[in-house]
């Protein structure tokens, strides 16, 4: 991947900020220890992998005093602390890399519990948004026939699955737009379940770009065993 641009430099901010409630676990899911590694370890070791990076960002949750984290030397990283929702978190980390380092370079919002991603597929992610000088995101297109239910689960609509897909991170944007929607969006009392819906919302194009089922999302415990198996196997 060639980046040509001085404002095509790219950063990885990685929210984790959270308490995973739906594990049902003791500790937040991205302290999970998994294949000799926490989830959030292994998350971040993966993406700083990826060619061309310039820094990383972990935004953790207040109080949160885990000293075990390792962030790689080779990048500028700076640790921040999240807030309430993923929306805050994720601005918080915006706010410390428009500071270091402006408001066009390329951010990769990557989630800590999608620790399996495919390095191939970030960096067509990023080549992507580099040649088209748009945002994107992973994501994989749906296989199987799509139900919309009503309140008492019956079948209400089936959904054209050509037109579906499962949205992955990492999520890819220039900072300073991204920074300006999930601002407006919060302003609008949007519910923001990812980067991409509050880009749509304002009108920015958001390209998908096809991801990897190793690319899972660590959500329920019965995800820890193929989370392993991913972790421990190669591709």
Excluded at 175 to 187: K, M, N, Q, S, T
């Amino acid at each position: 991947m060639t980046i040509q641009r001085k404002t095509d430099g790219f950063w990885v901010l990685i929210p984790a900020a959270g308490a995973g409630r739906r594990m049902n676990a003791p500790i937040p899911k991205q302290y999970l220890n998994v294949a000799g590694k926490t989830v959030l370890q292994h998350a971040i070791d993966r993406m700083a992998q990826v060619a061309t990076l310039t820094g990383l960002v972990l935004a953790t949750a207040p109080n949160d005093d885990r000293s075990d984290v390792i962030l790689p030397s080779h990048l500028t990283c700076h640790k921040v602390v999240g807030g309430a929702e993923r929306v805050h978190t994720v601005l918080a980390g915006l706010t410390s890399i428009i500071a270091a380092a402006g408001d066009q370079v390329w951010v990769l919002v990557h989630d800590a519990a999608r620790p399996g991603v495919r390095l191939a597929d970030v960096e067509r992610l990023m080549a992507h948004c580099v040649e088209f000088q748009e945002g994107g995101l992973l994501a994989q297109p749906v296989r199987d026939t799509v139900k919309r239910s009503g309140s008492a689960n019956q079948i209400e609509q089936t959904l054209p699955r050509d037109q579906i897909w499962l949205a992955q991170t990492p999520q890819c944007f220039r900072a300073g737009e991204l920074f300006r929607a999930l601002e407006g969006a919060l302003a609008e009392g949007l519910e923001v379940t990812d980067e991409a819906s509050a880009m749509a919302h304002f009108g920015h194009v958001c390209h998908l770009i096809t991801g990897h089922w190793r690319n899972m999302k660590l959500t329920e415990p019965e995800d820890l065993p193929l989370i392993e198996w991913i972790l421990t196997h190669d591709e």
